[in-house]
């Protein structure tokens, strides 16, 4: 596709269930991103891909949430027994490269707005 | 500690006026710094970018922004605002020791007719 895609745009969810987000990085997109932005704040970094692999996880609040991204392009975002402090816009971005600095440009997708009764 | 401080919550101006949003950071290396603006159900947009050189740098949409290390600082300037620059905006800094980018809380622009 032309842009970052995230799937659901909305999902509310009661707590404690289980969810999963998904993110369709840029084609040719080697890095991938996932953020969280609560309301009135700016996007919080939780978790870098770089292909395949986790590079950097140190963003993730808690061992609730985990992320993958199997072969090197979707990726998605679980977050195991959900709690109302969850609720938020989880925003995925890619870049090229990735890397040191914010691995240069990140292009983001429009989010998914997360609301957990 | 690394931060990213946007003072202005919330600012308005008229159609037509000057525009200065303010952002300044804290790090101890070299600052890789970016401008996004939000639009309500809108992704985040890249406005502009320094890595290096010339500290006055020229984004999209008009705007423009300049470093100065001396004050730590990286504000966006318009010369006219429009009505469609409405929105959220966003500064963020990326250094050599993470590989991620850290926002600002941002600031509101609201554009009066």
């Known amino acids: 596709g032309a842009g970052v895609s995230q799937t659901p745009s909305n999902k509310v969810t009661e707590k404690g269930k289980y969810v999963e987000l998904r993110c369709d990085p840029i084609?040719?997109?080697?890095?991938l991103y996932w953020y969280r932005q609560s309301l009135g704040q700016g996007p919080e970094f939780l978790i870098y891909?770089?292909?395949?692999?986790?590079?950097?996880d140190s963003g993730l609040p808690n061992d609730r949430f985990f992320a993958v991204r199997p072969e090197g392009s979707v990726s998605t975002l679980k977050i195991q027994r959900t709690e109302r402090g969850d609720s938020a816009v989880y925003l995925c971005?890619?870049?090229?490269?990735?890397?040191?600095?914010?691995?240069?440009?990140?292009?983001f997708g429009p989010g998914t707005r997360l609301t957990v009764l | 500690a690394q931060s990213v401080t946007q003072p202005d919550i919330h600012i308005t101006v008229s159609e037509g006026a000057s525009l200065e949003l303010r952002c300044n950071y804290s790090?101890?290396?070299?600052?890789?710094l970016f401008w996004y603006v939000q639009s309500p159900g809108q992704g985040l947009q890249l406005l502009l970018k320094?890595?290096?050189?010339?500290?006055l740098v020229q984004g999209i949409k008009g705007f423009e922004a300049e470093f100065k290390r001396s004050q730590s600082s990286f504000n966006l300037r318009k010369p006219s605002v429009h009505w469609s620059d409405a929105a959220e905006y966003f500064c963020?800094?990326?250094?050599?020791?993470?590989?991620?980018?850290?926002f600002g809380a941002g600031t509101r622009l609201t554009v009066k007719p």
């Open positions: 971005a890619s870049s090229r490269q990735g890397g040191r600095g914010g691995g240069g440009e990140q292009f």
């Open positions: 084609s040719g997109h080697t890095a």
């Open positions: 891909f770089q292909g395949t692999g986790a590079a950097d």
């Open positions: 790090y101890g290396a070299t600052p890789y």
């Open positions: 320094y890595f290096s050189g010339d500290t």
């Open positions: 963020a800094v990326g250094t050599d020791n993470n590989n991620d980018m850290r």
